[in-house]
């Protein structure tokens, strides 16, 4: 391990760190403007929100966007349940990411900051509220907080901008994307939290450093949440292509024998457990086996918990956190999420499992946003890894806590 980055410094118990404490631990960023775009597109950097799109090429398309000055949103949502990456990360080095956003307005003559939180992470807004008022005036001049409130899709980058320009969290169904025309018309860069530290980062020590972390041909470190079954859950920061067994072991190992470990949170993967230690957590490794980065959530599922109940239990939220304006999560997800709960309440249903396999394939690709593609790419993993478990499951839900 080439060492911590973003949780370099002072002990994380200590809370947040201070403006003075950090700009003499890190100095001043170096690069800024078309240098610090290109620094990001050759690092190799991708959003850690849950795309994983390249960095660079986002903030080359917001430079080119020719309509007004454009706007910067700092998304802190983190809806996803199981992460708490963003939320340790504001709470402990709110100055990173401070720093990654002013760049960013700074490098695309930005005329506006939006900080967004989840209303929820009460810590995580304090810490974010003292580090802004440490700033210079002129970046608090265009700084402002909005809360997100704690619905999944509020992160949603368009789901975003709706609530800043209306006060309603729910993505909005028409084109075009927010990095062309978001805030108030103008072209919008949304980027996660983390994402934006790293940025930081980069702007002081250059694209190479940035790649000398790594594993596996994977490029820089990454948070991770590390959740159930191990011995010790919480945020980790590991080096890109670290094994899932390594991560793991970095939490102290499994808190005893596993069947399967969530790989993504909510819109990732089940995986079998034998097959889950050894994939690399990097986004572009995991894309090449059919599986998803996500927000780095690793969560481990102890082999005396039932799979297809907790599968039931994650349908179940995912269908009521729509914004239900689409079809495909209207019908669809209510659909998928009503099947799943019958066969965890009433047991094995050959029907229905015919039918969850049909409907897992027509309802992708048909959304105004990304949530009904990542709650299906969801179910069919836990119907592929816990196949034998839905064609056996006894005619009982067996309420498991989330
Ligand atoms: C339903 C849904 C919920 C999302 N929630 C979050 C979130 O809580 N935080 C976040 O950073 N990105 C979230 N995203 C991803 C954002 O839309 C966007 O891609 C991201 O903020 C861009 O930043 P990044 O490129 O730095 O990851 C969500 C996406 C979807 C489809
Ligand atoms: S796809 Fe689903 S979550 Fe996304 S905008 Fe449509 S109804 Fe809302």
Redesign the pocket.
């Known amino acids: 391990m080439t060492g911590l980055r973003l949780l370099a410094g002072p002990d994380l118990a200590s809370g947040a760190e201070s403006d003075a404490n950090h700009s003499r631990r890190l100095g001043a960023p170096k690069l800024s403007g078309r240098a610090l775009i290109e620094a990001l597109a050759s690092s190799g950097l ?8 390249p ?1 660079g090429t ?1 903030w080359r398309a917001v430079a080119a966007a020719s309509k007004g000055s454009p706007v910067v949103v700092v ?6 349940p199981q992460s708490h990456k ?1 939320r340790v990360l504001m709470s402990t080095r709110p100055h990173l990411v401070l720093d990654g956003a002013f760049l960013a307005a700074h490098t695309l003559r930005a005329r506006e900051v939006i900080v967004y939180i ?1 209303e929820e992470h009460r810590a995580a807004r304090a810490a974010m509220d003292r580090a802004l008022a440490e700033r210079t005036e002129s970046e608090r001049r265009i700084a402002r907080m909005v809360g ?1 409130p704690q619905r ?9 901008v709706h609530l800043i320009e209306a006060g309603v969290a729910t ?1 909005t169904t028409a084109p075009p994307r927010s990095h062309e025309r978001g805030v108030a018309g103008a072209p919008t860069l ?7 530290a790293h940025v930081a980062l980069i702007a002081r020590y250059g694209d190479a450093w940035f790649r000398s972390a790594g594993r596996r041909g994977a490029a820089g470190t990454l948070l991770i949440t590390v959740a159930g079954g191990v011995k010790r859950p919480g945020v980790l920061e590991v080096e890109a292509g670290t094994t899932i067994e390594e991560a793991v072991a970095m939490a102290d190992g499994p808190s005893g024998p596993a069947s399967a470990v969530l790989i993504g949170g909510y ?1 990732g993967a089940w995986v079998a457990a034998a097959k889950a230690w050894e994939l690399p957590l990097d986004a572009a490794a995991l894309k090449t086996e059919g599986f998803n980065l996500g ?1 780095g959530v690793v969560g481990v599922l102890p082999a005396g918990r039932c799979g297809v109940c907790d599968t039931a239990r994650i349908m179940r939220y995912l269908a009521e956190e729509s914004s239900a304006q689409c079809g495909p999560c209207f019908f669809g997800l209510r659909a998928l999420s009503d099947a799943c709960s019958r066969i965890a309440e009433r047991g094995a249903n050959r029907d229905e499992i015919a039918r969850l396999k049909r409907w897992v394939v027509e309802v992708p690709g048909r959304g105004a ?3 009904p593609d ?1 709650a299906v790419m969801f179910l069919r993993s836990a119907l592929a890894t816990f196949a034998d478990e839905f064609a056996a499951h006894p005619a009982h839900w067996r309420q498991q806590p989330a």
């Open positions: 991708t959003g850690r929100g849950g795309g994983s799109f960095v986002k998304n802190g949502a983190e809806g996803e963003d989840g997100a999944y899709v509020a992160g949603e980058s368009r789901a975003a993505p949304v980027q996660n939290v983390e994402t934006l819109f927000c946003c990304r949530h990542g």
